[in-house]
């Protein structure tokens, strides 16, 4: 069902860890009872001349200090305008909003694969299901743009980092690496998020082997909550092409009922 709720919380934390990109954590009082990898918060920016909030998934979480946090690039006007927010400020969010992650009870060795910024989406996989075992690899443009390397070294049994132009960790797409280990590998599922373009590579990459492959979507999105319809994508269901939406419906999709 989709969580409604408009909770407050309190910002103990919004760094710089990379070229353009900040991590935030937030402190609710009333943390919701569960949180999926996947998952998003919709964030309503403080200065009223944004009406639409900002969806960003749900990086990381724990229970126990009732905190979330959000990893974010600065893309434009919304996200500059959260790089100025300081500790102690009250924002207003939803959350958790959309499907997440859910391995199948036959998913235990599962591939995390991100790219770029949709690596954000991976260490609350494991932190939600810590029942299963991890190989994670993280793509991105160049070594300005690494992040979450050493969160998910220690939520995986395995971190592979590669760069498109080869200045840090392995040279080349993320996809390829990993369609040459997958022999090896043999993993039950790969769950990734990245572009649009990746999953295309990915999908090719990952012709020959007979693995399930689980993605989030991107959108721009409206009310985040299934009443707009502004999140449409395109599926294929039962042989039949169809919309649904990307907040609610989504935005985790098997790969082979999204229609690129
Ligand atoms: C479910 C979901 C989870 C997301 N998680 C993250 C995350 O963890 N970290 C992160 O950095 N970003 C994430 N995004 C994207 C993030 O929401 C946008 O980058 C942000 O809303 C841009 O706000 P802005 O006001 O700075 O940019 P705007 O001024 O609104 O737009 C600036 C540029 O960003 C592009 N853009 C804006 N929104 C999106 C979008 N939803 N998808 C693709 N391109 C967009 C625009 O086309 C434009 O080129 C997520 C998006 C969705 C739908
Ligand atoms: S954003 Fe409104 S229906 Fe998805």
Same mark, same amino acid.
Do not use: W
């Given at each position: ?30 943390? @919701?009872?569960?949180?999926? $990898? ?29 905190? *979330?946090?959000?990893?974010?690039? *600065? ?35 599962? *591939?995390? #694969? $991100? ?7 991976? @260490? ?60 090896? #590998? ?21 012709? @020959? ?48 009922? *999204?229609?690129?």
């Amino acid at each position: 069902m989709t969580n409604l709720k408009d909770r407050t919380g309190k910002i103990i934390l919004n760094n710089q860890i990379a070229k353009d990109i900040y991590k935030m954590v937030i402190a609710f009082d009333d943390m @919701p009872e569960d949180i999926k $990898g996947g998952q998003f918060i919709h964030i309503k920016l403080t200065d009223n001349s944004h009406v639409l909030r900002r969806p960003f998934c749900i990086c990381d979480f724990d229970m126990d200090k009732k905190t *979330v946090a959000v990893c974010y690039a *600065v893309v434009g006007e919304g996200t500059k305008e959260m790089t100025k927010y300081s500790e102690g400020m009250t924002i207003k969010a939803m959350m958790p909003l959309g499907n997440g992650f859910v391995p199948d009870d036959n998913m235990k060795k599962i *591939v995390l #694969l $991100g790219g770029g910024m949709g690596s954000a989406v991976l @260490p609350a996989v494991p932190k939600a299901f810590g029942d299963r075992e991890y190989y994670t690899y993280l793509g991105f443009a160049n070594k300005d743009k690494v992040v979450l390397e050493e969160e998910m070294k220690a939520l995986s049994k395995e971190v592979v980092v590669a760069t498109d132009d080869g200045s840090y960790g392995k040279k080349g797409f993320v996809t390829n690496i990993l369609a040459e280990d997958m022999a090896k #590998l043999k993993p039950d599922a790969v769950f990734c998020c990245g572009p649009e373009v990746m999953y295309k590579a990915l999908k090719k990459a990952l012709a @020959p082997f007979d693995v399930p492959i689980i993605v989030s979507l991107e959108a721009r999105m409206g009310c985040g909550i299934g009443a707009c319809l502004v999140c449409n994508c395109k599926v294929k269901r039962n042989g039949e092409e169809g919309y649904l939406r990307v907040c609610a419906d989504g935005p985790v999709f098997r790969l082979d009922e *999204v229609v690129l």
